[in-house]
């Protein structure tokens, strides 16, 4: 069996052994050529223990070719099993390596990734060194010139010298690569001078190799080395290779729970192996409830996967942000769309700040939605502020702490939403840009009753009190000009009801210059028309409409007091009358 590249993945005795007949598994389900010569590298069995023969039986059935290689780092740098690996004896031109903890998770064309030279995916992260001086030790350790280009980081988006993630490498001649590789590396890691190599060593030595065999540098997206434990897949079905490291990310991303107990379901040795392991065994179990909930039959469902598999896919999620001024309503609003059918919402959680204190690209709040919805389908318990009867609590001063809940959902599909006055009000911009597609939701409410609440309230909206207030400080990196210049003056006045005014236009600021990227709500429209406002609500976040007693049992706010008998009046009356013109209140 021949083809023009063959692809060569480690199997060795334990985790890598699941992890490699799970690669071989959606391999052969995915690759369009069905001829593509598939070899498991096994490892040193003396040293490193033999694969057992449940895996050598499903091996032979995927049509995997085993191939024993030595293991040139020994135990001391296992990652180093891969440049021996590269080497494996095929009659392929071209030789494509890959880590065993990826999954092909739609149509691959092998051809995408032949090459002339080497073809691979910029590293995720400058993990190596930030600057050219290391470089320029290693290269010249073998006499040969630095690149002279660079390339991006793809998730950190730093320009570097030529550096790469070893998990996906196709290369030309593949045993001859092995061969300059595996020299240059043992080189490197002898070399005391080098520092940060380990475990980076495959990598940092990776393109010295290919410089050294004057091997052209060819460039893969991340479609074909998708970084899933940094980053939740994206909507659309563009991702070929998934690159998903630990189990956890499997269970939590949908997409690749739903593949892995399909693959399960087709191999009864994948499932047993599964099963035995307790570090894999929930993926089966949210695969089950995932089939339980989408489907009332679990057979008719694993039929419909086997016939046609792109009739049911698992990976859309229905997500979208509550946020506004504090005290507008935003718990009063997570309430009531918690009452929609499949609609969750967690009120405040804690995870938003960790998330969002220094990721402008949002994908630590992703991957917190990702791991929010793989809890409530599995069934597993999670925080949220929540009332006797399992319900948001409308008004946070009455109850302002997490319980443990479950969600009652009947779709993994349901409508998830999260809620956070400050943190995502200051993140607005942020968000707007990172995720222009998930839908959010906030809320705005007259000054007067907004400041009244605020001295009501919390102590630190009372006194505004930016050193308790999240992402208010002047060193932190994500505020742009305008915010560090707001909050500074606001920082100098100490005058309370001038100070909390002037809190109060920072943030309708921060609503007003990205509205058209929103959705804005007022307090007032919604207590008063509260069927129509929630209409067009579960219009926007794609949610059923709210049952009618909830809507019944919304009640109009209280009589603002007087304002010869409020302070806050004068302070609405003098700063903050753009506001009042341009969401027109009186």
Avoid at 363 to 374: F, I, P, S, T, V
Wanted: proline share 6%.
């Amino acid at each position: 069996m021949t083809s023009d590249t063959c692809i060569v993945f480690i199997c060795q005795s334990g985790e890598l052994e699941l992890k490699a007949l799970l690669l071989a598994a959606s391999l052969r389900k995915h690759l369009k050529q069905k001829d593509v010569e598939l070899i498991a590298a096994i490892p040193e069995p003396d040293l490193w223990g033999d694969i057992s023969p449940r895996t050598r039986q499903l091996l032979a059935k995927l049509k995997v070719t085993e191939q024993n290689i030595s293991s040139p780092f020994k135990q001391e740098y296992p990652i180093g099993n891969k440049l021996a690996a590269m080497g494996v004896d095929t009659n392929a031109s071209c030789t494509l390596f890959l880590d065993s903890d990826i999954l092909c998770i739609d149509s691959f064309d092998i051809t995408a990734l032949q090459t002339e030279g080497m073809k691979a995916k910029p590293a995720d992260l400058a993990t190596f060194c930030e600057n050219d001086t290391a470089w320029e030790s290693v290269y010249g350790m073998f006499e040969l010139n630095v690149p002279d280009f660079k390339v991006l980081s793809t998730v950190s988006r730093l320009p570097m010298l030529p550096y790469f993630n070893a998990g996906v490498v196709c290369v030309k001649n593949g045993a001859k690569f092995a061969s300059s590789w595996l020299s240059i590396a043992k080189k490197v890691d002898d070399n005391e001078q080098i520092t940060n190599k380990r475990p980076w060593l495959d990598q940092i030595t990776l393109p010295v190799a290919a410089v050294s065999l004057d091997y052209p540098f060819e460039l893969t997206s991340e479609a074909f080395n998708y970084p899933a434990h940094l980053k939740s897949l994206p909507n659309n079905n563009d991702v070929v290779l998934c690159h998903y490291h630990s189990p956890d990310v499997i269970f939590e991303e949908g997409r690749l729970s739903q593949l892995v107990g399909e693959l399960c379901d087709q191999h009864c040795e994948l499932k047993s192996a599964i099963e035995a392991n307790a570090n894999w065994a929930s993926i089966l179990r949210r695969y089950d409830k995932q089939i339980m909930l989408k489907k009332p039959s679990r057979l008719a469902l694993i039929k419909l996967a086997r016939a046609n598999s792109s009739k049911y896919k698992v990976g859309a999620r229905n997500d979208f942000i509550v946020t506004g001024l504090p005290r507008s309503g935003t718990s009063l609003l997570c309430n009531l769309l918690h009452q929609s059918p499949n609609t969750v919402v967690i009120n405040e959680p804690q995870e938003v700040f960790p998330a969002l204190a220094e990721d402008g690209s949002c994908a630590a709040l992703d991957l917190y939605y990702r791991k929010l919805r793989a809890n409530i389908i599995s069934g597993i318990p999670v925080k949220n502020k929540v009332d006797e009867n399992g319900r948001v609590v409308e008004d946070t001063t009455a109850l302002d702490q997490h319980s443990d809940y479950q969600p009652v959902i009947t779709t993994p599909d349901f409508v998830l939403g999260t809620k956070n006055p400050l943190a995502y009000l200051t993140r607005l911009r942020t968000l707007c840009d990172a995720r222009p597609d998930l839908p959010k939701i906030v809320m705005i409410r007259h000054p007067v009753d907004v400041l009244n609440s605020w001295e009501r309230s919390f102590p630190h909206l009372k006194a505004i009190d930016l050193s308790v207030i999240p992402f208010a400080l002047q060193s932190d990196s994500l505020l742009d000009p305008f915010q560090k210049r707001q909050l500074s003056l606001i920082a100098q006045e100490h005058h309370l009801p001038t100070r909390r005014a002037l809190y109060f236009n920072y943030l309708a600021t921060l609503i007003h210059r990205d509205k058209d990227r929103i959705t804005v709500i007022r307090y007032e429209d919604l207590v008063m028309n509260p069927k129509k406002v929630l209409a067009s609500i579960t219009h926007a976040i794609g949610a059923k409409p709210v049952a009618a007693a909830a809507l019944r049992a919304v009640k109009p706010s209280r009589k603002r007091e007087n304002k010869a008998q409020n302070h806050n009046h004068q302070a609405v009356e003098l700063l903050c009358q753009e506001f009042l013109q341009t969401w027109h209140y009186d």
